[in-house]
């Protein structure tokens, strides 16, 4: 089996390959190639790929190239993990909205359609390349803002599936305040990428004891504490919004926040560079502990599990698994293309589109998420519509819509800053 990331040279990869080892049982790689086009980096981390699969007896061979269309060549699955800019565009995301009052963050707001404008274009090509050089390959992304990312490879006609690590980090932080093994844990995961909640915590799987109710009661406040929400709102509501609601549940909150100490960017470009200072140790062979404070935690596992599902007879994999992948009729609110994330079947079989995940069946939803989830769907296709034809007014409308934004002088003064800052990004601009 081989297997192609691109984005090969992020400090995040290191988790990747761990994985990789330690679950080669579930993901027999044969060949990994890390593709990106900064090369000092690339081989930093190759290097220590190599070391990782050593220390851990991994036979599969790991090479590195700047070359996209050899890499990818003959690939069975090729995983996107790219960030158009580097951690400079990312600062500017989360410094220029605060100065209009609103949220400054990479994947949410104003910030997280400026990202999607620069990544779409440049993920659209690097899928019509993979096409050609390995046709029936699947492409996994994890480049954010994952679903409009994938909704844009999906409508391009690409075998494509989204990931995000929020879901199996909420799996592992339930699985370890109920003492049990996270494999037990089933997650009623609803929403879209980066807005989600979690309606039950299920004993076993999909049909189980919801075991939600009885977390909350003994662990809410633990729970709260890791979302950086009021404990009264986990009790009010009865469910578990994903930390990124807090941006919506806590919006001013956070705009003083931010505007009151350094930005993420900064903090983990500063951290980047020490990882890639250890990276350069040619006695590291494991993965540091530094990496956990990076983000992505558990990247790794939901990576295997999925791409194990999509390429393997499914026997060494979940059967069931949080993706992000088409609506096609499971929240009946939204359009059948629009990209949800939820639960759903993952194994060779697929469903009468062809191969790749099935949503498993989702019950009414409140109008307290449905409607949340409805407005930045709605926002999601303009941002889309923006990202794939360019052009002021379409940057304009997608900022109008989106419920962080939403009044017209603020659109305004959003929009002029968003293509200050990243005119070089758009080739429309």
Known sequence: MKLAVVGGGSTYTPELIDGFARLRDTLPVSELVLIDPAEERLELVGALARRIFARQDHPGKITTTSDLDAGAAGADAVLLQLRIGGQAARLRDETWPLECGCVGQ????????????????????????VRRASPDAWIIDFTNPVGIVTRALLGAGHRAVGLCN????????????????????????????????????????????????????????AVAADLRL?????????????????????????????????????????????????????ALDEKPALLAERGGAFYSEAAVDLAAALLGDGSGASPVQVVNTRNAGTLPFLPDDAVIEVQARVDGAGGPDGPGPVPLAVPRLDPLYAGLIAHVTAYEDLALDAALRGGRERVFRALLAHPLVGQFDLAEGLTDRLLAHNREYLAWA
């Open 166 to 221: 929020v879901a199996i980090g909420l799996q592992r932080k339930f699985a370890a305040l109920l003492g049990v093994d996270p494999s037990g844990i089933h997650l009623d995961h609803v929403g879209l990428n980066h807005l989600t909640w979690e309606l039950g915590v299920r004993k076993g799987g999909p049909d189980g004891e919801d075991l939600l109710p009885g977390l909350l009661a003994e662990h809410g406040g």
């Open 230 to 282: 009021p404990r009264a709102v986990l009790d009010r509501l009865g469910v578990v919004p994903s930390y990124y609601l807090r941006y919506f549940y806590a919006h001013d909150e956070v705009v003083r926040e931010l505007g009151s100490k350094p930005s993420r960017a900064a903090e983990v470009a500063a951290m980047e560079r020490e990882l890639l200072a250890l990276y350069a140790d040619p």
């Open 106 to 129: 990479e994947t949410t707001g104003a910030g997280g359609l400026a990202k999607a404008l620069r990544t779409v274009p440049v993920v659209l090509d690097i899928a019509e390349r």
